[in-house]
C-alpha cells in the first residue's frame, strides 16, 4: 500500500497502536466515567431537592413566626382590655358610667344579668372557660350622634369583649321651637332614645368561675 511506501511500515503500526489505545482508553473512560456522572447528576438532583425543602421550610418557620407575632400582639391586646380579668360589676358599673360622660348621652340604663358558662373548645384546650353575660342598655340623647358614639365607645373601652347584637332606636319628639329655644339656652331635651342588647365576654380559668358568677349576682 502506498501510505506503507510514505511513511513506512513501523510508523504505520505505531500510529495504529496510537489510535487503537486512544479508542480503548476512551473506551475505559466512558466505561468509567458514565456511571460516575449519572452517580453525580442523581446526587445533584437530590442535593437541589434538599435544598427546596430547605428554602420551604425557612418560609413555613417565617410564616409561623408571623402567625405567632399576631397572635402574641391579638393576645396582649386582648389582655390588656381586660379579656383574661373576672367579670366584677362594680367595675363595670364604673366603666358605665365613664362611658356615658364622654358620650354626652343624657341618660343610660345599664343591666347586667348573671354570666354563664359558653362552650369552647379552645379555651378548654388552656384550662379556660367563655363567661358571657347579657347586657342591656336604655339610653337617652338630644341626638343620634351622642348614642353612636356611646355603641363606639362602649365597643372600645368596656373589659373583655362586648358583642353589639341588637340596637333599636326611636325619636320621642320633634323639633319644634319651643325645643330650638331650650337647646339656645343650653338645654339638653331627650329627642332620641335607644335600647342596646349585647353580650359580654371574657375567658378566666376553669377554676374561678364559679367565684365569678357569685361576684356577679
Do not use: C
Not at 35 to 56: A, D, F, H, W
Not at 65 to 85: K, Y
Not at 170 to 194: F, K, N, Q, Y
Request: net charge positive; hydrophobic share 40%.
Amino acid at each position: 500500500m502506498r501510505i506503507f511506501q510514505i511513511l513506512g511500515v513501523r510508523r504505520v503500526l505505531l500510529l495504529l497502536s496510537l489510535i487503537a489505545a486512544n479508542a480503548l482508553f476512551a473506551g475505559l473512560l466512558y466505561v468509567y466515567l458514565q456511571p460516575q456522572l449519572v452517580k453525580k447528576e442523581r446526587e445533584l438532583r437530590s442535593m437541589r431537592g434538599q435544598i427546596t425543602n430547605v428554602r420551604t421550610d425557612i418560609n413555613r418557620m417565617q410564616v409561623e413566626f408571623e402567625q405567632l407575632e399576631e397572635q402574641r400582639a391579638e393576645f396582649e391586646a386582648l389582655r390588656s382590655h381586660g379579656f383574661f380579668n373576672d367579670q366584677q360589676r362594680r367595675e363595670a358599673e364604673i366603666v358605665f358610667q365613664r362611658i356615658q360622660d364622654k358620650s354626652r348621652v343624657i341618660s343610660a340604663v345599664a343591666t347586667v344579668r348573671a354570666g354563664v358558662v359558653e362552650d369552647s373548645k379552645e379555651a378548654q384546650k388552656s384550662d379556660h372557660k367563655i363567661l358571657k353575660s347579657p347586657v342591656e342598655v336604655k339610653l337617652e340623647a338630644m341626638d343620634d350622634t351622642d348614642i353612636m358614639r356611646y355603641l363606639y365607645l362602649i365597643r372600645t373601652f368596656f373589659p373583655g369583649h362586648i358583642t353589639i347584637e341588637d340596637v333599636k332606636m326611636g325619636r320621642d319628639a320633634e323639633i319644634t321651637g319651643t325645643v330650638l329655644r331650650s337647646i339656645a339656652s343650653g338645654g339638653r331635651p331627650a329627642l332620641v332614645h335607644a335600647q342596646i342588647k349585647a353580650s359580654w365576654r371574657t375567658m378566666i380559668p376553669g377554676d374561678s368561675v364559679i367565684s365569678s358568677e357569685q361576684r356577679q349576682r
